[in-house]
């Protein structure tokens, strides 16, 4: 099968622009997640979504963070204005569902560099 | 309310000798458990899970992981590293309970490296 499919690898953008990332999960996984993992530490879990609804957002940044999965597929992440302290790594993942025995399979991830 | 502590930040082991990557959980209900493994420029890559089968599970690469609910431990063991080994290794848990969200947590994380 297919992986997660994440666009694009790397990103350098100036402090105050605004950015999108892209994520195309596993064909049939209902539960999709994006997590932020800054250099030297585990994954940060910013939203979880099941199907096209928002299970869990409670460390999205919300003044500047924002994510969408229109029809339960494709997902976008976008920040704007961007911080430095956003450098990281975006991870994409997504599970068949969201029970305890379905494990997360992740993207490469997209490398920000904010400058 | 879970939480995964990984024990050794840093685990450097010679080529060829046997690996011990530690961890420990608590969780609310019987959990699940992974261990996922990254190398650099990389996304996480399963290695196992534990789902209350089989208290001893076997992973990809030789890898395997024994559950233990009396220690409420989870280690990774390798008999004997290679050259490819030397990645980070995260430890995750995620409680079963009933209904409702069960949230994944990730333990902090443990760089294997690997002497030739």
């Known amino acids: 099968e297919a992986g997660v499919a994440q666009s694009p690898r790397y990103k350098i953008i100036e402090k105050r622009q605004s950015v999108a990332f892209w994520c195309n999960p596993i064909s049939g996984h209902a539960t999709l997640y994006w997590y932020q993992q800054i250099l030297g530490q585990g994954p940060k879990l910013l939203i979880q979504?099941?199907?096209?609804?928002?299970?869990?957002d409670s460390q999205l940044p919300k003044d500047r963070f924002s994510a969408e999965r229109l029809k339960g597929v494709d997902s976008t992440l976008k920040i704007q204005p961007a911080k430095l302290e956003d450098s990281a790594v975006y991870l994409c993942?997504?599970?068949?569902?969201?029970?305890?025995?379905?494990?997360?399979?992740f993207g490469n991830g997209t490398r920000l560099t904010v400058t | 309310a879970q939480s995964v502590t990984q024990l050794d930040s840093h685990v450097s082991v010679s080529e060829g000798t046997p690996v011990l990557l530690r961890c420990n959980y608590s969780?609310?209900?019987?959990?699940?458990l992974f261990w996922y493994v990254q190398h650099p420029n990389k996304g996480l890559q399963l290695l196992l899970k534990y789902t209350s089968a089989a208290t001893l599970v076997k992973g990809i690469n030789g890898f395997e992981a024994e559950f233990k609910k009396s220690e409420t431990s989870f280690h990774l063991t390798k008999p004997s590293a290679h050259m490819s080994d030397a990645a980070e290794y995260f430890c995750v848990v995620r409680p079963s309970g009933t209904g409702g969200y069960q949230k994944v947590t990730f333990g902090t994380g443990t760089k294997l490296q690997v002497i030739p």
């Open positions: 969780s609310s209900y019987s959990p699940s």
């Open positions: 979504f099941q199907n096209n609804g928002v299970v869990d």
């Open positions: 993942a997504s599970s068949l569902d969201r029970g305890y025995n379905s494990p997360l399979h």
